[in-house]
């Protein structure tokens, strides 16, 4: 559920854990992806929200160049040197904790160490970008601690590397970048190759964004993923031939896709398809808010999920399972996976009034056919980033 302020319960929990007063919490939230789904590496549009719910990283200084972590979600706290995280603890969640701290203390040799603490309303690997919340949190606390400032976008940077180079994992800029530049009632449209922005208002007159978590998360993942960006790199490298100015598929469209399909291997030319497409309907679903037209919206919301299943083929059962159950309540304006895909969440535009209705139906059509519980998630759009506290 959305989360209350919690800065004073953080503060606590520091006191409690670490055995003294803290002296920063700064918080950052997770985020749902609206729609715009593996455009990002493609050098797209992607269209997030920030969510009310958050991670907190409360936090003291050291003088020992020491960092001590500790996590009131996941077990096994940990002490290391600040510029000194022993790699071989991968994969481990202080990973992102260490990867931040390392970072700032190469921009700011003074730091000295830190007791941290993190905890949390994002729930964790379901696809709503609890890393990103973990490392901006972080991030914001400790530059706070040693005293240095940071553009927004020099934070979400921050952020990033220390998922690339620390967790191993090399995401894209959505989650760091709403992350830090969420604004309540407010969508986030990023243009992945210039990095711009705008914020569009998200007013939803009788209408919820509504997430849904599958439970289920399938280990074939990351090597997918891997294999639909080789995928995207075969797509540009034939239309750069034609074209020689093509450096991405965000300089290519439906119809060269189209024109270029037999010449294409069938694959190729499905995984090009998905991408210029959901390039063509994240803007157009910008568009289209503006407007105010929330059944369009919702129409490209679920031409987003039938490209992402048949031609990108990146869903799975569960989650079309979902898909196909909330899409069939009356109310709802569209639906589709979030995400990278194989597991994690869908998130739906739908009238207030009906969410009792996709609670109903997710209990007698998804649970009572063996499924795991699929748990509700209800936010509006929430915040950025924010320091909360400063002893
Ligand atoms: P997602 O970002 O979709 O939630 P990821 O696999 O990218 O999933 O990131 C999840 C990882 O981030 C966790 O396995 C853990 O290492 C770290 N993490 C996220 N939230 C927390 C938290 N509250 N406390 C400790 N570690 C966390
Ligand atoms: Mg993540």
Redesign the pocket.
């Known amino acids: 559920m959305p989360s209350a302020p919690r800065t004073p319960s953080v503060r606590e929990q520091f006191e409690r854990l670490l055995g003294r007063a803290c002296a920063i919490v700064a918080r950052a939230p997770?985020r749902v992806n609206l729609i715009g789904e593996h455009t990002d590496y493609n050098d797209g549009f992607v269209f997030p929200m920030a969510l009310e719910h958050c991670?907190w990283v409360a936090a003291a200084p050291r003088s020992d160049g020491q960092v001590r972590a500790v996590?009131?979600?996941?077990p096994d706290d940990r002490s290391w040197p600040v510029a000194d995280w022993p790699r071989e603890r991968l994969?481990?969640?202080?990973?992102?904790v260490a990867g931040v701290a390392a970072l700032l203390r190469a921009r700011a040799p003074r730091f000295g160490g830190a007791d941290v603490l993190?905890?949390?309303t994002?729930?964790?690997?379901?696809?709503?970008?609890?890393?990103?919340?973990?490392e901006v949190s972080t991030a914001a606390a400790l530059a706070a601690l040693a005293d240095v400032t940071l553009a927004p976008t020099e934070l979400a940077d921050l952020a990033r590397r220390a998922?690339h180079e620390y967790?191993g994992?090399p995401?894209g800029i959505m989650?760091q970048y709403i992350s830090v530049l969420g604004q309540a009632g407010a969508a986030l449209l990023l243009d992945c190759r210039s990095r711009t922005w705008e914020h569009v208002p998200l007013a939803l007159p009788g209408h919820t964004v509504v997430i849904v978590n599958s439970g289920v998360r399938h280990k074939l993942a990351s090597g997918e993923y891997a294999a639909r960006q080789q995928q995207c790199q075969a797509a540009v490298a034939h239309f750069r031939r034609l074209r020689p100015e093509v450096r991405a598929l965000r300089d290519v469209t439906p119809a060269e896709v189209a024109a270029e399909a037999a010449r294409l291997d069938a694959t190729v030319a499905a995984r090009a398809r998905h991408v210029v497409t959901e390039n063509e309907r994240t803007q157009a679903a910008a568009a289209a808010l503006r407007r105010g037209n929330l059944t369009e919206f919702g129409r490209l919301m679920c031409a987003s999920h039938a490209s992402l299943r048949d031609d990108y083929q990146v869903s799975c059962r569960e989650l079309d399972l979902l898909v196909e159950i909330i899409g069939a309540v009356s109310g709802v304006r569209g639906v589709r996976m979030t995400?990278?895909g194989f597991g994690?969440c869908v998130v739906a535009l739908a009238e207030t009034d009906s969410v009792s209705h996709i609670e109903a139906a997710l209990r007698e059509r998804y649970e009572a056919a063996g499924n795991g519980p699929a748990a509700l998630i209800l936010s509006r759009p929430g915040a950025g980033a924010a320091v909360e506290y400063r002893g």
């Open positions: 997770g991670t996590a009131t979600d996941l994969p481990h969640w202080t990973a992102y993190v905890t949390s994002v729930p964790v690997g379901s696809g709503l970008s609890s890393s990103a919340a973990l998922e967790a994992v995401c989650d995400g990278g994690g």
